[in-house]
């Protein structure tokens, strides 16, 4: 099992930044990638990023790529997610969720987080101004 809890979000004005927070506890242990995903009101949910056990990360979105990215704190047992450049269309919820992997695999197909994954609340970010 693992818990997963978000933090971060907000307003910001287009070109703006913000950055989001995921820290997720494996009581009983393993390995795990996490994968960032956002959810617009009338839309389906869109895989952004993943960051695999090991810190290797994949790319799910061309709307970001450039923009975002994903890293590890191993200090504080959190993955950030860092959005630079942000437009109008980033406003959505932002959700992070783990799965369970090996130590060396890569992530998870963006498809593949539909089943046996654990996720956040979900945090709103806006852009406006």
């Known amino acids: 099992q693992l818990r997963v809890v978000e933090s971060g979000g907000g307003l910001a004005e287009p070109g703006g930044s913000l950055r989001l927070s995921c820290s997720v506890s494996?009581?009983?242990?393993?390995?795990?990638?996490t994968g960032w995903f956002r959810q617009a009101p009338g839309k389906a949910r869109e895989g952004m990023l993943c960051?695999?056990?090991?810190?290797?990360?994949?790319d799910y979105a061309d709307s970001v790529k450039g923009r975002f990215t994903t890293f590890k704190d191993n200090a504080k047992n959190t993955v950030i997610l860092v959005m630079d450049g942000l437009k109008f269309e980033d406003t959505a919820t932002y959700f992070c969720?783990?799965?369970?992997?090996?130590?060396?695999?890569?992530?998870?197909?963006?498809?593949?987080?539909?089943?046996?994954?654990?996720w956040g609340q979900g945090t709103q970010v806006t852009v406006s101004g």
């Open positions: 960051i695999s056990s090991s810190g290797s990360v994949s």
């Open positions: 494996a009581p009983y242990g393993g390995y795990f990638a």
């Open positions: 969720a783990a799965k369970f992997t090996s130590a060396t695999a890569a992530c998870p197909r963006s498809s593949d987080w539909s089943s046996g994954s654990y």
